[in-house]
C-alpha cells in the first residue's frame, strides 16, 4: 500500500503516521510513503526505515504532486492508497481517479471535527469525499458525526481512534526542578500547562483570559503553553493586555515533550474544535490530571469527575474554576490522573489504532464498500 501525507510540520497527526507506518511494518505488510520533502516527516520515516519519497507540492491541486503520486500508482499497482491529510487527499483522490482501471482503494483519515465543506478547497471538497474516497477512517465518533451530517454514507465511514505507544511512557525522567529553572519557575510553584500547535481552534487564548482568575485563587501558580504557531504574537500581546504576562512561558517547540507532562501539576486541553488531541492521551499516559473542554473526541476520552475535569469551551471563567479546584485538592487531582493512566494505556494503544486500521482496509479490498 502506499500512504501520502502533506504535512510540514511535527504534530500529533504525524506522529500517528509514523506509528502505524511502523506497526505495519512490523507485521509484514508492505507500505511505503509520500512525504513533503525536507518535512520532519520524510526525515524521520527514512530514520525509521519506512520507505519514503520526497515530494514538492504547493497546495492539493498542484500537478507536480498529482504527477508523482500518479507515477507511483502505475509503478508500484498497490492495492490500497491511504491519504493522511486534506491536501494529501485533494492530490491522491485526483491521481487515483487518472489511473483508471488501475485505481487502488482509497482510504482517507479524517482528524478534524469541522464539516468538509467549511474549507472548501476550489469547491472540491464533496468530490474528494464522494466518490474520491472508498472510506473515510474517523479518529473519534465525533468526527464521524461530523460527516453524516454532511451526507456520507455510513457505509463509508469507519473510526480508528488515535493511539499512543505505552512503552514511551515507561522511565520518563523527572526533570521538574531543571525545566522549570530553564523558564524561570520556582520548582514548587504551581504549575498547569498545555501543549499544541499555536492554533486558533486550540483556543489558548481561553487559556490566558483565564489566568487572572487562577491567580486571584493561586497568586504563586504559572503557566506554560508549548508549542509553536501563527497564534504566538496574539497571546503574548493578549498576557501583556491580562496583566499576566510575568506568569506565562511560551518556549515554542520542544522534542521533550514527555518530561514537561511530568513537571506539570494540572494539564489543560482547551480547544474549542478537536477531532480527539493526542496530547490529553500523553497527559493521561503520565497520570497527569486533566482539565479540558467539552469540544470534539475531547469527551470520549476524559470523562468528567473520573478522568479529568470538563468544561465548555470559550469559557475562561469555567476554566479558571477548574484549574483552580484540582490547584486545590491534590489528593483528588491525583486519583484523576491514576484513572486517566489506566484509561489512556488501556483504551488507547497504537496496537488497538492499528487493529481498526486493518480492519478498515480489510473492508475496502474486500469491495464491501462497491464503487460509487
Known sequence: MLHVTSGRAWRGGEQQVLYLLT???????????????????????????????????????????????????????????????SQAHGLGALA????????????????VDYSIYRHSFLGLDRWKYVPGADLVLCVSERVREVLRADGLPDERLAVARSGIDPQRFEGVPDRRAELRASLGIPSAAPLVGAVGHLAGHKSHRTLVEALPALLARHPDAWCVIL?????????????????????????????????WL??????????????????????????????????????????????????????????????????????RAAALGRAARVRALGEFSVERTLEQT?????????GRLGRR
Open 227 to 259: 508549542g509553536e504557531g501563527e497564534e504566538r504574537a496574539a497571546l503574548e500581546a493578549l498576557a501583556r493586555a491580562r496583566g499576566v504576562a510575568g506568569r506565562l512561558r511560551l518556549p515554542g517547540f520542544t522534542d521533550q515533550v514527555l518530561p
Open 358 to 366: 486493518l480492519a478498515a482496509y480489510e473492508r475496502v479490498r474486500a
Open 23 to 85: 506497526g505495519l511494518v512490523r507485521r509484514g505488510v508492505p507500505a511505503s510513503l509520500i512525504a513533503v520533502r525536507g518535512s520532519p516527516m520524510e526525515r524521520r520515516a527514512r530514520a525509521a526505515g519506512i520507505a519514503v519519497e520526497g515530494l514538492a507540492f504547493r497546495n492539493e491541486a498542484d500537478p507536480r504532486g498529482v504527477w508523482g503520486i500518479l507515477r507511483r500508482l502505475r509503478r508500484d499497482r498497490p492495492d490500497l492508497l491511504h491519504l493522511h491529510t
Open 262 to 331: 511530568r513537571a506539570l501539576d494540572v494539564f489543560c486541553f482547551p480547544s474549542h474544535m478537536e477531532g480527539l488531541g493526542t496530547s490529553v492521551l500523553e497527559a493521561m499516559a503520565l497520570g497527569r490530571p486533566i482539565v479540558a473542554t467539552r469540544a470534539g473526541g475531547i469527551p470520549e476520552m476524559v470523562t468528567d469527575g473520573a478522568t479529568g475535569l470538563l468544561v465548555e469551551p470559550r469559557d475562561p471563567a469555567a476554566l479558571a474554576a477548574a484549574l483552580a479546584a484540582l490547584l486545590d485538592d491534590p489528593a
Open 96 to 111: 487515483a481517479r487518472l489511473a483508471g482501471r488501475r485505481r487502488p482503494g482509497v482510504v482517507v483519515t479524517r482528524r
